[in-house]
């Protein structure tokens, strides 16, 4: 019995897989390590284990393609005259909602030159003790109380998808990348910012970042 192979069909075949396989390709790179918390005289030593959140953020350098996913709405509450967290990181186009959990009033605002805002928060029970602000620009705000000096809320926006929280440092594994050169972010309360720059493959070597902080967060 003779066998017929069509070979039109099976080059298609090929040419699908081929394909297939540079777009897992082109999106299967990563970067990964681990974040290292270090502290000096100068910085009065490390706070307690633990307390600090440390943002991992990758932006890239040649063009790669980023994709834009759906914003999303973070919550941060104030409790007993205090932000929690103290440190909140969101992508550009989230929304943040504070709720205000104490029984008594508290006047929040920003003076970001980005794009600065005020808003009074009624005691929890109560008709405005919530209020929402949406962040389409990327940057840093630094949010406080005018009733109360010691409030502090950091928050840093973003303008990319590939994001790693740690609280405390540890390990990050950013995946999903194209390949090429990119610039990565390492930011914390009470620290300064660490960029560095690398190269996203498939199975990176892992990166060992420091990051030198002076207070919790």
Request: glycine share 16%; charged share 20%; hydrophobic share 45%.
């Given at each position: 019995?003779?066998?017929?192979?069509?070979?039109?069909?099976?080059?298609?075949?090929?040419?699908?897989?081929?394909?297939?396989?540079?777009?897992?390709?082109?999106?299967?790179?990563?970067?990964?390590?681990?974040?290292?918390?270090?502290?000096?005289?100068?910085?009065?030593?490390?706070?307690?284990?633990?307390?600090?959140?440390?943002?991992?953020?990758?932006?890239?350098?040649?063009?790669?393609?980023?994709?834009?996913?759906?914003?999303r709405t973070v919550v941060a509450l104030v409790r007993h005259r205090r932000f929690e967290p103290l440190y909140r990181v969101l992508r550009r186009g989230d929304t943040l909602v504070v709720r205000n959990a104490d029984r008594l009033y508290h006047e929040i605002f920003s003076l970001s030159t980005v794009r600065p805002f005020r808003r009074r928060l009624a005691p929890r029970g109560s008709a405005g003790a919530s209020a929402r602000f949406r962040f389409d620009e990327p940057g840093t705000w630094h949010v406080f109380c005018r009733i109360h000096a010691s409030m502090y809320l950091s928050l840093d926006v973003l303008d990319t998808p590939y994001v790693a929280v740690l609280q405390g440092g540890g390990r990050f594994r950013l995946t999903g990348l194209a390949p090429g050169r990119w610039r990565l972010r390492v930011a914390a309360v009470g620290a300064d910012t660490l960029e560095v720059e690398a190269d996203a493959v498939t199975s990176p070597p892992p990166l060992r970042l420091v990051l030198r902080v002076r207070g919790g967060g």
């Open positions: 019995m003779t066998r017929i192979i069509r070979t039109e069909g099976v080059r298609r075949g090929l040419l699908a897989g081929l394909l297939a396989a540079a777009a897992a390709t082109a999106t299967g790179a990563e970067l990964r390590g681990e974040v290292v918390l270090e502290g000096g005289a100068r910085f009065g030593g490390l706070p307690e284990a633990g307390t600090v959140t440390v943002s991992v953020a990758a932006f890239p350098l040649e063009g790669q393609p980023v994709p834009r996913p759906a914003p």
